[in-house]
């Protein structure tokens, strides 16, 4: 019998999982895709929000301002990428410049630091492709953006060091009450456990509904994006935001990732199918309509690839984070919407702090907080990268030639701690087939290395685990 399982291994429960290793504890996490961040957490914008945006009082503002601050050091602990560059929340009209002010004092009694309103001229003088037609900003120096893949799985890879379990292709299916706690039935085999973590991202509802009277509703809210290619990456400096609307929130905003590119969306739709990633000709029209309002000469002929992703909206807009009065041990983490990515470092500390309280945990002694990542050759000098190559001459051989990683990277990649099993896991672990070319050129060789290094056949090789084979046959040449 596990003392904790938690369910999803996106940022939610990865940080869970971590914060939770600080203790001594048997934890695992239960996955139902092949990898950890395949859900809403490797498919959002990468902000790191200030906090000004969620309702005074509530947990969402609590969670975003206290992750916020968490996660300038997390990413030096963890080694993921993250940059303080701040936002601007644009206002276009004097006439909304009341919605303006608005947001500043709700930041203000959300303990944001260092909010300003900007006038026009110094809008512009920040940044100069802001709309000439701009009249003031609100100025959020602590925003930042944020690595999605590296920030879930620098969490995850640090958890499983400290010793919670990881399964993947794992499907929880059914949670019954048993005496002592809870019997979770998957796809793969029966798992029993004291407490129950609920982080199951747009899923979540239907965990919750399976033990408790008091039902909750999570809609799919998809967000469709466009990501730009680095030549256009310094077009903005700091992540321009819309004045947010009422029904919709933040609206599309045009951001710097943290690897140099521009992302341009997301749209906001509601949908039924929660696996509905799909962008569509409508949404993508509506975010080019859109992304143009606050910044001019957006330079969309750079578009390399679209994206969507869902958001978890739970009917009441607030995070739910608590052990469920009618469902004891049965922890939820649900309606983990956006600022769920900033707020995470505090979800996990707030979840692993109700699970310390009742389970009386004592301190894990063998804890270590800190994890390193893929070694980037890019960060080496030249003799430093001269050496490296002449012990380990794998990182002398260049695989993806838009982002110019290295087979080195790629085995490490696979190799380390809940490693890359697909070409999606090696992608989000070292950006080979981030590109330009969208893995074009890198794939092929990409999956001789994941077939070499996984013993396995290339005609098993997937993109991204279960039927997404990517080798369907043979041709004539081979016979
Ligand atoms: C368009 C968009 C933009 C966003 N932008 C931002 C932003 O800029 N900043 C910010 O702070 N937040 C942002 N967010 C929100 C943020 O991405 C989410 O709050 C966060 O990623 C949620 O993480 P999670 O772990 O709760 O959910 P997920 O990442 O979805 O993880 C849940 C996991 O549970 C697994 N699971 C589900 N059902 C089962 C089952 N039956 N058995 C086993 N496993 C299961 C799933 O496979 C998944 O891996 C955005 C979201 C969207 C959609």
């Known amino acids: 019998m596990y003392d904790v399982i938690i369910i999803g291994a996106g940022v939610s429960g990865s940080a869970v999982a971590r914060e939770l290793s600080r203790y001594k504890v048997r934890a695992c996490v239960l996955e139902k895709n092949e990898d950890v961040c395949t859900g809403t957490s490797k498919a959002n914008s990468g902000i790191v929000h200030a906090g000004y945006d969620a309702a005074e009082g509530s947990l969402m503002a609590k969670l975003n301002v206290r992750g916020n601050e968490r996660m300038e050091q997390l990413s030096k602990d963890l080694d993921f990428p993250f940059k303080r560059e701040g936002s601007l929340v644009i206002c276009l009209h004097e006439e909304d410049r009341e919605k303006l002010e608005k947001l500043y004092e709700r930041g203000m009694k959300n303990q944001v630091p260092g909010l300003r309103i900007l006038e026009r001229e110094e809008v512009l003088a920040m940044e100069p492709n802001v709309s000439d037609n701009v009249a003031a900003a609100l100025f959020a120096p602590t925003a930042g953006i944020v690595c999605p893949f590296g920030l879930n799985i620098a969490l995850a890879e640090n958890a499983n060091a400290n010793g919670v379990e990881f399964y993947f292709d794992t499907e929880v299916k059914e949670i019954s009450p048993i005496e002592g706690g809870y019997e ?243 992608k989000r672990r070292t950006r080979a087939g981030m590109g330009r070319c969208q893995s074009g050129f890198c794939s092929p060789r990409t999956m001789e290395i994941l077939a070499r290094e996984l013993s396995e056949n290339i005609e098993d090789i997937t993109k991204s685990g279960g039927n997404s084979k990517i080798v369907v046959g043979v041709n004539k040449d081979s016979f």
Not at 381 to 399: C, D, F, H, M, S
């Open 184 to 426: 979770i039935r998957t796809n793969d085999r029966i798992y029993q456990t004291r407490y129950v973590v609920n982080a199951a991202g747009v899923y979540a509802d239907t965990f919750h509904n399976m033990v408790s009277e008091h039902k909750i509703h999570i809609t799919p809210r998809r967000g469709d994006y466009c990501l730009l290619d680095k030549s256009a990456g310094n077009h903005v400096g700091r992540t321009i935001f819309a004045l947010p609307n009422e029904k919709y929130g933040k609206g599309v905003l045009v951001t710097p990732t943290t690897h140099g590119n521009l992302l341009v969306g997301p749209t906001a739709v509601d949908i039924e199918d929660r696996e509905g990633v799909n962008t569509t000709r409508e949404g993508l029209d509506n975010l080019m309509e859109k992304a143009g309002l606050n910044v001019k000469n957006l330079p969309m002929r750079q578009v390399i690839t679209s994206f969507a992703g869902l958001r978890a909206h739970e009917d009441h807009h607030e995070f739910i984070i608590e052990e469920l009065a009618d469902a004891p041990q049965f922890i939820d983490c649900a309606g983990i919407e956006s600022p769920g990515l900033s707020s995470c470092p505090a979800i996990g500390e707030m979840v692993a702090e109700i699970l310390r309280e009742k389970m009386k945990l004592q301190p894990n002694p063998d804890f270590v907080g800190t994890r390193k990542g893929i070694l980037n050759p890019e960060t080496l000098t030249k003799e430093e990268r001269v050496q490296l190559i002449k012990e380990q001459p794998a990182y002398g051989n260049i695989v993806c030639r838009c982002e110019m990683i290295t087979e080195g990277e790629i085995i490490d990649a696979i190799r380390r701690p809940l490693g890359a099993k697909s070409l999606d896991g090696v």
